[in-house]
């Protein structure tokens, strides 16, 4: 059974900055492509961005590029999406996940799912 945790998420005001963290066994993040998701009220789960296990190449969607960060520490077992300039858009239960599938951005792709935290983004 493979097992990711998110965890960092919280209340911030708007332009303010988070970390999640990702923590899963080490055969994880070493075979497996790590993606993030959102999911607001009322709406579909939505990729954020993804970091690949070959060369550590990231995607981002669009609405985040430029603020949203991924990287992952092999050492700590470890995937961090850092988040700056808040909106409250980005409001959102957030989601880590494992693929080997591509596409990184297909949210069915994911093979498994942690259980989320939440980040409310204050205006």
């Known amino acids: 059974q493979v097992q990711l945790e998110e965890s960092g998420g919280g209340l911030v005001q708007a332009g303010g900055s988070l970390r999640l963290s990702c923590a899963a066994p080490?055969?994880?993040?070493?075979?497996?492509?790590i993606g993030w998701f959102r999911q607001a009220p009322g709406k579909e789960r939505e990729f954020v961005g993804a970091v690949s296990w070959t060369d550590s190449s990231t995607y981002y969607a669009d609405s985040v590029k430029g603020r949203f960060t991924i990287s992952r520490d092999n050492a700590k077992n470890t995937v961090y999406l850092q988040m700056n300039s808040l909106k409250p858009e980005d409001t959102a239960v957030y989601y880590c996940?494992?693929?080997?599938?591509?596409?990184?951005?297909?949210?069915?792709?994911?093979?498994?799912w942690g259980q989320g935290t939440q980040v409310t983004v204050s205006s």
């Open positions: 080490r055969r994880t993040f070493s075979r497996f492509n």
């Open positions: 996940a494992a693929s080997y599938l591509t596409p990184l951005t297909t949210t069915t792709n994911y093979n498994y």
